[in-house]
């Protein structure tokens, strides 16, 4: 299957620049109020690679987050309901 991406980009190229970033990156913050397998495939691999990892829910959505985030304890998910607030979760999780 061959598909196309932001600006154009290939879906290999996408995969194995995001996977480099994974790879260097010290930590991975997710948004995961709306369910994406491609977000839902990086934490994974995040876990994998051992990454802090910090996941952000709005809880004004009326969703659900997934009891597969909330109930893994090697990860923080941590719920929202304005950007001061998500400002202050994010200034504590990079001390």
């Given at each position: 299957?061959?598909?196309?991406?932001?600006?154009?980009?290939?879906?290999?190229?996408?995969?194995?620049?995001?996977?480099?970033?994974?790879?260097?990156?010290?930590?991975v913050?997710?948004?995961v109020?709306?369910?994406?397998?491609?977000?839902g495939?990086?934490?994974?691999?995040?876990?994998?690679?051992?990454?802090?990892?910090?996941?952000?829910?709005?809880?004004?959505?009326?969703?659900?987050?997934?009891?597969?985030?909330?109930?893994?304890?090697?990860?923080?998910?941590?719920?929202?309901?304005?950007?001061?607030?998500?400002?202050?979760?994010?200034?504590?999780?990079?001390?």
């Amino acid at each position: 299957m061959s598909a196309t991406g932001e600006n154009g980009l290939s879906a290999e190229y996408i995969y194995k620049r995001d996977m480099e970033w994974l790879k260097e990156s010290d930590a991975v913050v997710a948004e995961v109020t709306t369910p994406s397998l491609g977000v839902g495939y990086e934490i994974a691999k995040a876990e994998g690679l051992n990454k802090k990892i910090l996941c952000l829910f709005c809880s004004a959505s009326g969703k659900n987050l997934s009891a597969m985030i909330t109930g893994n304890k090697q990860m923080m998910a941590i719920e929202y309901h304005s950007i001061k607030e998500l400002e202050k979760t994010l200034a504590d999780f990079f001390k």
